[in-house]
């Protein structure tokens, strides 16, 4: 999916939005910043620039150059995917 470019606080407010309903639960592992960075269509600094925007915020935690999550005891372990969350893959016996 294309989304039209955006500027830092609207970048902000679509990531608050994912950790706010859920999308992103804690434990959620965000993305990588190049990963990021070509979704919205915009420069790898403009992604650093808006997580430390939420980092201080406490929307997420992590620093650059390793991998941001959302903060929170998570339920089971989360891995980035910019469309919806998904498990770890660790099958758990039946």
């Known amino acids: ?5 955006m500027g830092r606080q609207e970048i902000a407010a679509d990531i608050r939005s994912k950790v706010a309903t859920g999308e992103w ?22 992604i650093d620039t808006v997580m430390e925007i939420l980092r201080v915020e406490g929307v997420i935690a992590g620093v650059a150059g390793g991998r941001r999550y959302v903060p ?19 099958d758990q016996p039946t």
């Open 1 to 5: 999916m294309i989304v039209p470019k």
């Open 25 to 46: 639960p804690p434990g959620f592992k965000l993305p990588p910043t190049h990963e990021l960075a070509a979704y919205y269509e915009v420069a790898r600094g403009t």
């Open 72 to 90: 929170g005891a998570p339920e089971e372990e989360q891995t980035g995917d910019l469309g919806q969350a998904q498990s770890s893959e660790d």
